[in-house]
């Protein structure tokens, strides 16, 4: 059963930088055909889809959020992170960290969420 | 990238079959079989239900399904249960660098 962890500061200052790591476990984000995945819901709100990262670094986002976001990943420490620049407070929302299955595009597991809350 | 369209809400008894409808456009979902539905209680990660359109995972229960018709998706939920309260998402590939969720439904047991 594979598991995601995410971990980051639960508050960020508005005009910071947002940064989260998801640490996978009983799986590999070298995994062949797999989308390692960010998503948010601000409260109350449904789920917006942030970017995926490929185990190769190859990355793909969201238009509205382009600009502000970067993905990474540490094959050796088998995690990706998520990098959200120039926050305010639209930005306050639960980050999960999900499995993409390349070929199905399902997501099928999913971290439990942190809440990042953006304010001075 | 505009969002799905869901109902904002749907409500049934106990017993009875409702359907969530999620309607996106030729580019995503009337293009590729690749719609995914997610139940989400309050406070919890969503889980996902559907996959491929109409696939169950294993351990899903087999009064959940779905379909898909053009640009609209749908999952029915059949014998309604109270632990089927939840919100609802629809989920679709778009693209090599596009996805997009839909809005959500909260669908509510009676």
């Known amino acids: 059963q594979v598991r995601l962890q995410e971990s980051g500061p639960g508050l960020v200052s508005p005009s910071e930088t947002l940064s989260l790591t998801c640490t996978v476990s009983?799986?590999?984000?070298?995994?062949?055909?797999?989308?390692w995945t960010w998503i948010r819901q601000s409260p109350g709100k449904g789920l917006e889809w942030i970017g995926c990262?490929?185990?190769?670094?190859?990355?793909n986002f969201n238009p509205s959020l382009k600009s502000r976001v970067t993905m990474s990943v540490d094959t050796s420490k088998n995690q990706f992170s998520l990098t959200l620049t120039s926050v305010t407070a639209a930005d306050t929302a639960m980050y999960f960290c999900?499995?993409?299955?390349?070929?199905?595009?399902?997501?099928?597991?999913w971290g439990q969420g942190t809440l990042v809350t953006v304010s001075s | 990238q505009s969002a799905l369209t869901q109902p904002a809400s749907v409500s049934g008894s106990p017993g009875q079959s409702i359907t969530i409808s999620c309607t996106g456009t030729s580019s995503d979902v009337g293009t590729y079989n690749l719609v995914s539905w997610y139940q989400q209680h309050p406070g919890k990660a969503p889980e996902l239900m559907i996959y491929e359109d109409t696939r169950r995972p294993s351990g899903v229960s087999n009064r959940f399904s779905g379909s898909k018709s053009g640009n609209t998706a749908s999952l029915t939920i059949s014998g309604l249960q109270a632990e089927d309260e939840a919100d609802y998402y629809c989920?679709?590939?778009?693209?090599?660098?596009?996805?997009?969720f839909g809005g959500g439904t909260r669908l509510t047991v009676l």
């Open positions: 999900a499995r993409e299955a390349g070929s199905t595009a399902e997501l099928d597991y």
């Open positions: 009983s799986g590999s984000v070298i995994g062949d055909n797999y989308y």
């Open positions: 989920y679709s590939y778009a693209g090599i660098s596009a996805r997009v």
């Open positions: 990262i490929y185990y190769n670094g190859g990355t």
